[in-house]
């Protein structure tokens, strides 16, 4: 499957004082002023200031200062499979389609990976079993079997949609760790758009959302792809 067939996402909320709030947060641990004298501070309107410091916080792992800042995402185009990946991550919020309460009508929308897309005969026999387990999903609904117990037969292909919501120190962990090239592609696409989408307003951000190798100088991995040399 081309790359534009996969993830729709769109950043829907953010805080609109990131930078202030971060800073505000750092100096706060350092600081004998209240954190409301610190917010105000003529030092919390220089960007440059605040990012030196912000910088500074996070690279000696003093992540709860990003914890304050909470974004979330909608999005939409992923397989069921790719979701069961993201909610593996125990610090983000989800509210995700139901196929309890939402009866698919006719052919059910579905995401083939590229590795079955690119062998055409392949490509064909799935296109043709999706299309029998439509059918077959339809005859049970239309025999009274409702939608909560006829999904047991819809597969991890299935496309869902959802808002997504997160802290910032778990964005990172969450780039670090899914925009490995040892990550499922389709979650490499869905986790690279929502950093992207964050980096556009947010620019500094931009070498902390990255492959962990790329924080890390080196490879922790089992097998690495090599990108970078592996941990000795």
């Not at 004998?32 to 910088?55: F, G, H, R, T, V």
């Not at 490509?123 to 409702?146: H, Q, V, W």
Request: proline share 3%; glycine share 4%; aromatic share 8%.
């Amino acid at each position: 499957m081309t790359e534009n067939k996969y993830a729709r996402v769109r950043l829907i909320s953010k805080p609109g004082n990131m930078l202030k709030t971060i800073y505000t947060a750092c100096r706060t641990c350092y600081s004998s002023d209240s954190p409301l004298n610190i917010y105000d501070c003529e030092n919390a309107q220089d960007k440059e200031k605040m990012l030196k410091l912000i910088k500074r916080v996070i690279s000696s792992g003093h992540y709860s200062t990003i914890e304050h800042i909470q974004v979330s995402f909608a999005i939409s185009n992923i397989s069921r499979a790719c979701s069961h990946q993201l909610v593996r991550h125990r610090h983000m919020s989800f509210s995700q389609k139901s196929q309890r309460y939402v009866k698919e009508k006719g052919q059910f929308e579905y995401l083939i990976p590229e590795t079955i897309e690119q062998n055409k005969e392949l490509k064909e026999k799935f296109e043709r079993f999706m299309g029998e387990i439509s059918d077959f999903y339809g005859e049970l609904t239309a025999n009274g079997i409702p939608a909560e117990d006829a999904r047991a037969v819809l597969p991890n292909a299935a496309s869902t949609s959802m808002v997504a919501s997160l802290n910032l120190r778990e964005l990172i962990h969450l780039a670090n760790l899914r925009l490995c090239t040892r990550a499922q592609k389709e979650i490499r696409i869905l986790v690279k758009r929502m950093c992207d989408a964050l980096i556009e307003e947010e620019e500094w951000l931009k070498e902390y959302l990255v492959p962990k190798c790329e924080r890390l100088g080196y490879c922790d991995e089992d097998k690495s792809c090599g990108r970078k040399a592996v941990r000795g």
